[in-house]
């Protein structure tokens, strides 16, 4: 990994209480600021650039209940969305739970018939299967969540793909993932991981399943209903189907982030099981301009950069872009970070990685 620099996260009380600043699952770089989330919250997190040409840290910490901008599915509007994945495309940011179920855990307490029953549980929290569209308004020179934006015009409202139209739902007769919606995430189960968005297509990249070595990457086509305005609802492709299925080579790897990188998307990966490594980032060259599903191999796909993994701790969760292009920087997150990326005075530290 040829490591740059790194920079500063820094969090407020309660975004430490909760421990959103070790369990980040989803960065991107707008600007000054810097939108980031954590998988145990239903939150987004806007952090402010000390210097917007090199910043040493991001601040000033703001956080955007996801309840407060759209309906979610769960009982609870603060039950965790697990949401893995970010994008930042016109007036609108993008944000996708991991759609996964998942399984308890043996903890140390736990013995004999009592951890294997635990073992035994899997479960679901709906507010785990959004996909939600939010507009961004410039508010005292940042951009802001709003639930509802004009542009040229038109109104935009804060929208999600809802139960009707949601990806489990959408997925249930599909040959290949159908049989893994029953499975928890880290069982290799579905588990979406990261997001791209590039016109009207938006990509989502699944940690699981991975097929004999075969990572997936979903394109939609999301529209909002003019009935309901808070509604989104997908657009059929020219071949009548709802959603593209693209499979990636990652030598054995799952999806954890996209980013976009002009027409080509950057694709962090790693285990889709519960192992440390490897972790990599690839190129998908060209992958905007791909109209049929396509499988990505050879010359489609370069494996770029070795990522840095710990032993039980500093998974790479998240990837952005950061500086201007030609500088080929990316900011890396890391979840569960190891002792040494946490500092005395409560920031977290992310990497800055040059790409070749």
Known sequence: MTLVHTVRLRFGDLSRAAATHT??????????????????????????????????????????????????????????????????????????????????????????????????????????????????????????????????????????????????????????????????GKDNGLDIEGIAVSGDRVYLGLRGPVLRGWAFVLELRPYVDPAEPGRLRLRPFDDGLMYRKHVLDLDGLGVRDLCPDGDDLLVLAGPTMDLDGPVRIYRWRDAYRVEMPAVVRGGMLTRELEITYGEGDDHAEGMGLIGHPEDKLAMIVFDSPAAIRLTDDGAVIADVVRLP
């Open 23 to 184: 369990n980040l699952s989803a960065v991107r770089v707008d600007g000054r600021v810097l939108w980031i989330a954590g998988d145990e919250t239903a939150t987004v997190e806007r952090l402010v650039a000390d210097d917007p040409a090199q910043p040493a840290e991001y601040t000033d910490e703001r956080t955007f209940r996801l309840a407060d901008f759209v309906d979610l599915p769960g009982a609870d509007a603060d039950e965790e969305a697990d949401i893995e994945g970010l994008a930042r495309t016109g007036p609108f940011l993008w944000a996708v739970g991991s759609h996964s179920l998942r399984r308890k855990q043996i903890k140390t307490r736990h013995t004999g018939d009592k951890a294997l029953r635990r073992l035994a549980r899997v479960e679901g929290q709906e507010n785990r299967q959004i996909l939600v569209r939010l507009p961004i308004a410039d508010i005292d020179g940042l951009p802001t969540p709003v639930r509802e934006i004009v542009v040229d015009g038109r109104h935009h409202r804060a929208a999600q793909l809802d139960k009707r139209d949601g990806l489990r739902t959408l997925l249930r007769h599909d040959p290949h993932l159908a049989p893994f919606l029953a499975i928890p």
